[in-house]
């Protein structure tokens, strides 16, 4: 079988741009392939589909390049994400698997083919908590990659959300984001952690109790580390 993740792989490298608007069996092709695969081999799969979709030329709105040539692979690749985080295997939080979460959502909001994959990630993301937070995270420094090619910086949590996002957090959240200001090495990073805990606290109607007066030591932190 890894031979043949192998052999198809370098079939799919070799196959001719999708005419647009023409009817490719292609596509589901791979996306049965992917549903059927044993899940110890979706790793690799998904490597390869990743790496597809990291080709050029672009097809580039904001700050998300996704391949205009392999787009058509994003209904396998989501869907091999989806097995992994519904199995919760570790693989889900690797870049590979990150990179599509960033890459779909930007995709689906100019592409109908990838809005229509029938996937959960709205639901299942925030459902597990090491993959939510790896996904926000993930979305952050991909986007001020792209943020800091136009001379500017991201230090706020909802600049990752140029396309929306699948990641979401709620009151049990606060103390995460909190701590993440004392410990996260990268300034911007505390200040996105700040703005995250700030939008959590505000959302609870600012009723956290006790926790007023540690939350504005971190934010008084938080704003002197960066002068």
């Known amino acids: 079988m890894p031979d043949t993740i192998s052999w198809l792989l370098s079939a799919l490298e070799k196959t001719e741009p999708k005419e647009r608007y023409s009817v490719d ?22 490597a390869g589909l990743a790496g597809l979709l990291d080709q ?42 990150l990179g599509i979460l960033y890459k779909f959502r930007a995709a689906s909001q100019w592409k109908d083919d990838v809005k229509d994959i029938k996937v959960e990630f709205a639901k ?19 986007s001020r990659d792209g943020i800091n090619r136009k001379h ?34 990268d300034q911007d990073d505390k200040l996105v952690a700040l703005s995250l805990a700030f939008k959590i606290y505000v959302d609870n109607g600012r009723n956290h109790g006790d926790r007023d007066r540690p939350y504005q030591a971190l934010y008084l932190n938080a704003d002197s580390g960066g002068r």
């Open 56 to 97: 050029p030329p672009f097809v580039e709105r904001g700050y998300c390049e996704v391949s205009g040539k392999f787009t058509w692979l994003m209904k396998g690749a989501a869907l091999a994400v989806e097995r992994l985080i519904r199995a919760r295997n570790p693989l889900a939080l690797h870049k590979d698997s």
């Open 124 to 142: 299942l993301v925030p459902e597990w908590a090491a993959l939510n937070r790896a996904s926000l995270w993930y979305d952050v420094h991909t």
């Open 152 to 185: 500017g910086r991201l230090t706020n949590y909802w600049q990752a959300s140029v396309f929306g996002a699948f990641w979401r957090f709620a009151t049990s959240d606060f103390e995460y984001a909190s701590d993440a200001i004392g410990t996260l090495p």
């Open 25 to 46: 069996r292609l596509t589901d092709a791979v996306a049965l392939f992917v549903e059927a695969a044993p899940i110890d081999l979706l790793p690799d799969l998904l």
